[in-house]
């Protein structure tokens, strides 16, 4: 009996072991489950804040958030997806599931900086929008300063400032920026446009003032030689006083500037015609003199020019002024003729006077060419007398010479040279120069006794090509004739 007692007691015990274990590999189950049913919904809710990250990321951008903001949040969230989760143990994995849970709330935190970068975006948006606004307002003032009605551009400004709080992307705001600023454009050019045509109105009324003053004094100067005829320049410049203080329009102004200027060119033209004829006159008689005294006969010259002086006294027109002052410049033609050919004899003669740094070229006498030249520096001067045209060279290079006070290096280039002195003294044209005549020779700009001549008019290449060697050259300190 009491073997079957053990026996029974062993089963009884087994059993209950039995039954132990299966509850605990049953509990074990249950909770493994679970723990899946967790992970997958953890994994579900990444997905789901990926899914919507990338929604909200392609929005704010699409919406007008610089990409450059939102770039840095996109590849964190990159960096997130792409982070190994640990290793998952036996049946139980709360750290798996721990990890998982905290990328779902990291990537969902994420979505909130990526709506802050679009927040921030439009409250610096809305306050440039302000600040448009602001310069649309200020463009106001000029506008109306010179005439313009910016009424419309006003209420633009106001509309768009109440608008302004029901912008809600900044696309939206940026595109309002955009508008404003195409308004302030278009008032500041409507501005510039009335500013410029006030200022050209105000130009033209200065410059009408200023030729009513101009011709009234050319008349003026006119009117004190009695011989002049002046009337009808007197009746036409009043008539233009007259209707000035009545001309509002920018072309009254300038056809009435346009006439008096005119005016005054006219008197002037008159005046100066009469005075130079004058000066030609006296200049001729001079000549006739000098050349009667060199033993030319100049009778028939001086009964030309008898009539004409008389004639000028009387003259009061510019046609008749004109024609006595050809006349008498044709006399002083025959009379040069004759003065210089006794001067400097037949042929062809090239003549340099220091004094005027001016030379005459001479055809049996006619000036042929008379230009501007620079010659020889103070301490460096042109040699003067009677020479001739030993060489002529087309290109040249000069050179310096040893002992020479203002050396240069290499040589210097020019497109003519003539030698009339076989010292090294030259004729020729100067490329770095840009003046001649009076004033030229002084110890920092003349020459180093070379005689420079201008080509700005094509005078140094008549002279190099109507100049043959042997021609002479006479140089003078004094002036022509001396």
Same mark, same amino acid.
């Given at each position: 009996?009491?073997?079957?007692?053990?026996?029974?007691? /062993?089963?009884?015990?087994?059993?209950?072991?039995?039954?132990?274990?299966?509850?605990?590999?049953?509990?074990?189950?249950?909770?493994?489950?679970?723990?899946?049913?967790?992970?997958?919904?953890?994994?579900?809710?990444?997905?789901?804040?990926?899914?919507?990250?990338?929604?909200?990321?392609?929005?704010?951008?699409?919406?007008?958030?610089?990409?450059?903001?939102?770039?840095?949040?996109?590849?964190?969230?990159k960096t997130l997806a792409a982070?190994?989760?640990?290793?998952?143990?036996?049946?139980?994995?709360?750290?798996?599931?721990?990890?998982?849970?905290?990328?779902?709330?990291?990537?969902?935190?994420?979505?909130?900086?990526?709506?802050?970068?679009?927040?921030?975006?439009?409250?610096?948006?809305?306050?440039?929008?302000?600040?448009?606004?602001?310069?649309?307002?200020?463009?106001?003032?000029?506008?109306?300063?010179?005439?313009?009605?910016?009424?419309?551009?006003?209420?633009?400004?106001?509309?768009?400032?109440?608008?302004?709080?029901?912008?809600?992307?900044?696309?939206?705001?940026?595109?309002?920026?955009?508008?404003? /600023?195409?308004?302030?454009?278009?008032?500041?050019?409507?501005?510039?446009?009335?500013?410029?045509?006030?200022?050209?109105?105000?130009?033209?009324?200065?410059?009408?003032?200023?030729?009513?003053?101009?011709?009234?004094?050319?008349?003026?100067?006119?009117?004190?030689?009695?011989?002049?005829?002046?009337s009808d320049n007197a009746a036409?410049?009043?008539?233009?006083?007259?209707?000035?203080?009545?001309?509002?329009?920018?072309?009254?102004?300038?056809?009435?500037?346009?006439?008096?200027?005119?005016?005054?060119?006219?008197?002037?033209?008159?005046?100066?015609?009469?005075? /130079?004829?004058?000066?030609?006159?006296?200049?001729?008689?001079?000549?006739?003199?000098?050349?009667?005294?060199?033993?030319?006969?100049?009778?028939?010259?001086?009964?030309?020019?008898?009539?004409?002086?008389?004639?000028?006294?009387?003259?009061?027109?510019?046609?008749?002024?004109?024609?006595?002052?050809?006349?008498?410049?044709?006399?002083?033609?025959?009379?040069?003729?004759?003065?210089?050919?006794?001067?400097?004899?037949?042929?062809?003669?090239?003549?340099?006077?220091?004094?005027?740094?001016?030379?005459?070229?001479?055809?049996?006498?006619?000036?042929?060419?008379?230009?501007?030249?620079?010659?020889?520096?103070?301490?460096?001067?042109?040699?003067?007398?009677?020479?001739?045209?030993?060489?002529?060279?087309?290109?040249?290079?000069?050179?310096?010479?040893?002992?020479?006070?203002?050396?240069?290096?290499?040589?210097?280039?020019?497109?003519?040279?003539?030698?009339?002195?076989?010292?090294?003294?030259?004729?020729?044209?100067?490329?770095?120069?840009?003046?001649?005549?009076?004033?030229?020779?002084?110890?920092?700009?003349?020459?180093?006794?070379?005689?420079?001549?201008?080509?700005?008019?094509?005078?140094?290449?008549?002279?190099?090509?109507?100049?043959?060697?042997?021609?002479?050259?006479?140089?003078?300190?004094?002036?022509?004739?001396?």
């Amino acid at each position: 009996m009491r073997g079957m007692s053990s026996i029974r007691l /062993a089963l009884v015990g087994a059993l209950v072991v039995v039954t132990f274990v299966g509850a605990q590999v049953a509990g074990l189950a249950a909770a493994s489950y679970d723990q899946k049913t967790e992970s997958a919904n953890a994994q579900a809710a990444i997905s789901t804040a990926a899914r919507a990250f990338d929604i909200q990321a392609h929005r704010v951008v699409a919406d007008g958030t610089p990409k450059a903001m939102v770039d840095p949040v996109v590849a964190t969230e990159k960096t997130l997806a792409a982070a190994p989760l640990p290793s998952a143990t036996f049946f139980i994995d709360q750290g798996q599931i721990s990890a998982l849970k905290k990328r779902a709330a990291s990537i969902n935190g994420l979505g909130g900086q990526l709506s802050a970068a679009e927040s921030q975006t439009e409250v610096e948006l809305h306050q440039k929008l302000l600040d448009t606004l602001q310069k649309l307002r200020d463009a106001t003032t000029p506008a109306k300063n010179v005439g313009v009605d910016p009424a419309a551009y006003s209420q633009f400004a106001d509309d768009t400032t109440v608008a302004n709080a029901n912008l809600a992307t900044p696309n939206a705001i940026q595109k309002t920026i955009d508008a404003v /600023a195409a308004k302030t454009a278009e008032l500041q050019a409507l501005t510039a446009q009335h500013l410029s045509a006030l200022q050209a109105l105000a130009a033209a009324k200065d410059d009408a003032h200023s030729a009513l003053t101009a011709a009234q004094g050319a008349l003026a100067q006119a009117q004190t030689i009695p011989a002049l005829k002046v009337s009808d320049n007197a009746a036409v410049i009043s008539a233009d006083a007259a209707k000035l203080p009545g001309a509002g329009s920018l072309s009254d102004f300038k056809a009435l500037g346009a006439d008096l200027w005119a005016q005054n060119k006219a008197l002037h033209n008159l005046v100066d015609t009469r005075q /130079a004829t004058f000066d030609l006159l006296a200049t001729t008689k001079d000549l006739i003199a000098r050349a009667g005294a060199a033993g030319k006969d100049v009778s028939a010259d001086q009964a030309q020019l008898a009539p004409l002086e008389a004639q000028l006294s009387s003259a009061g027109d510019l046609a008749t002024l004109t024609n006595i002052k050809s006349q008498i410049q044709a006399i002083k033609n025959d009379v040069d003729a004759k003065y210089w050919q006794a001067a400097y004899g037949s042929g062809k003669v090239i003549v340099v006077s220091l004094a005027k740094e001016e030379l005459i070229a001479l055809q049996d006498g006619v000036v042929v060419l008379d230009t501007p030249v620079t010659a020889g520096r103070p301490s460096m001067p042109t040699v003067t007398g009677t020479f001739h045209v030993l060489v002529k060279h087309s290109p040249y290079c000069m050179s310096s010479w040893q002992g020479n006070p203002y050396p240069w290096a290499g040589c210097v280039g020019m497109q003519y040279a003539m030698e009339f002195e076989s010292s090294g003294y030259f004729l020729h044209d100067a490329p770095w120069r840009s003046r001649y005549g009076p004033g030229t020779n002084t110890e920092a700009n003349g020459t180093h006794g070379c005689v420079n001549i201008p080509r700005n008019a094509g005078q140094m290449d008549f002279l190099y090509g109507w100049t043959p060697v042997g021609t002479t050259v006479v140089v003078l300190q004094g002036d022509f004739g001396s």
